[in-house]
């Protein structure tokens, strides 16, 4: 199942079923390359643990990065998740001890986050990016990402 949101911060408890969710970082916990949560981000993933969530960072970024990150939200991790593997999923929810059903996948891109998520046998949820990337390859992806929600996508809305 596919959920689509805006934003990271529009998704409530009681939202879906699981209670494991696997974050991705950029362009959903914070802009593309920047080390500082997005406003609001730290309260939201507060809000979600203390409604009996457990989340975790799934990330391609570096180790370094990955565990400054998250621990600005006093989180696990998982750098270098390879995605979109399925490995790096399967590493997060047996992080924190969790079945398969139990996880859904929260990012902003089809080709990591939407094709990982599917590959690992999870929902996602997954967003709109925060910004538009301006790097060059990152700029181009984008592009196909867009045309494939459109095209693809929107007939499996939260189905």
Not at 89 to 107: E, M, P, Y
Not at 128 to 143: A, D, S, V
Request: charge should be positive; proline fraction near 3%.
């Amino acid at each position: 199942m596919v959920y689509r949101k805006a934003a990271v911060t529009q998704i409530q408890p009681g939202d879906f079923r699981q209670k494991v969710l696997l974050l991705d970082i950029d362009n959903t916990l914070a802009l593309q390359d920047d080390n500082t949560p997005y406003e609001g981000t730290v309260q939201w993933a507060q809000t979600m643990q203390e409604a009996g969530y457990s989340l975790v960072v799934v990330s391609n970024n570096g180790e370094d990065r990955v565990r400054k990150f998250a621990a600005q939200y006093g989180l696990k991790y998982v750098a270098k998740a390879k995605k979109p593997l399925a490995s790096g999923f399967t590493r997060a929810r047996k992080l924190l001890g969790a079945a398969k059903k139990d996880c859904i996948v929260i990012g902003d891109q089809i080709f990591t986050d939407y094709l990982g998520a599917r590959f690992a046998g999870m929902d996602i949820v997954l967003l709109e990016p925060i910004e538009t990337e301006k790097k060059g390859f990152l700029r181009f992806k984008r592009k196909i990402d867009r045309w494939i929600r459109k095209v693809f996508l929107r007939r499996n809305q939260n189905d």
